[in-house]
C-alpha cells in the first residue's frame, strides 16, 4: 500500500524495526508543493508525496493514478 513522507524523511529499509513493506519509487501528489497531503512522520508537517511498491509502480506507468493508504482511512491521487 502507498504511504506518504516528504522528500527528506523518505520511506526506510524492509526489516527496520517493524517496517516491513518495500517502496521503490514516488510519485508526486495532485498539485505537488501545494498539496493537501502532508508527510506522515508525527514531527514532520512537510508537504508529502506519495511511495509506491513495486506493483503500484507498475500500475502507474500504465495510467493509474489513485491509491489506497496502508490504513484505508483515505486515498491519494498522483499527478
Same mark, same amino acid.
Request: hydrophobic residues 30%.
Given at each position: 500500500?502507498?504511504? +506518504? ?8 529499509? &524492509? ?11 514516488? #510519485?508526486? &501528489? #495532485? ?7 502532508? =508527510?506522515?512522520?508525527?514531527? =514532520? ?12 509502480? /507498475? +500500475? ?5 493514478? +489513485?491509491?489506497?493508504? /496502508?490504513?484505508?482511512?483515505?486515498? +491519494?491521487?498522483?499527478?
Amino acid at each position: 500500500m502507498a504511504l +506518504v513522507r516528504c522528500k527528506q524523511c523518505g520511506v526506510q529499509k &524492509p526489516g527496520s524495526g517493524q517496517y516491513t513493506r518495500h517502496y521503490v519509487g514516488s #510519485v508526486q &501528489p #495532485v498539485g505537488y508543493p501545494n498539496t493537501a497531503l502532508v =508527510c506522515g512522520r508525527p514531527t =514532520c508537517d512537510q508537504p508529502g508525496i506519495i511511495w509506491l511498491e513495486r506493483s503500484e509502480q /507498475q +500500475v502507474y506507468a500504465s495510467g493509474q493514478r +489513485v491509491f489506497q493508504l /496502508q490504513t484505508n482511512a483515505t486515498k +491519494v491521487r498522483a499527478a
